[in-house]
Nanobody, 123 residues
Framework: QVQLVESGGGLVQPGGSLRLSCAASGRTFSRGAAGWFRQAPGKEREFVACIGYIGNIYYANSVKGRFTISRDYAKNTVSLQMNSLKPEDTAVYYC?????????????????WGQGTQVTVSS
């Protein structure tokens, strides 16, 4: 089993920045793909970004150029740096991990999930 715990959410003004972190414990998931998803009220969970063991990365078009995903294998963490935040980025953000090394944008293909952290972008 892998336990994921997110941190770093909060309230920020439009144009501001936040950095989310996801710490993994239990069985290491260092070789599997990891990703971030988000879910706004009344909407389905949507893909944000994912990163593979060899550093391959994929972003949703809506965050490309503004968000950066990274991994620290020594600390077993995955981070999401979010810049130029917009009100439409407001959502609960979830960290996810899968055993497979293949990147995926589908939440159904991830094996482990964190509890989520709220990000609110508002003036």
């Amino acid at each position: 089993q892998v336990q994921l715990v997110e941190s770093g959410g909060g309230l920020v003004q439009p144009g501001g920045s936040l950095r989310l972190s996801c710490a993994a414990s239990g069985r290491t998931f260092s070789r599997g793909a990891a990703g971030w998803f988000r879910q706004a009220p009344g909407k389905e969970r949507e893909f944000v970004a994912c990163i593979g063991y060899i550093g391959n990365i994929y972003y949703a078009n809506s965050v490309k150029g503004r968000f950066t995903i990274s991994r620290d294998y020594a600390k077993n963490t995955v981070s999401l740096q979010m810049n130029s935040l917009k009100p439409e980025d407001t959502a609960v953000y979830y960290c996810a991990a899968r055993v497979s090394v293949v990147l995926s944008t589908s939440p159904k293909e991830y094996d482990y999930w964190g509890q989520g952290t709220q990000v609110t972008v508002s003036s």
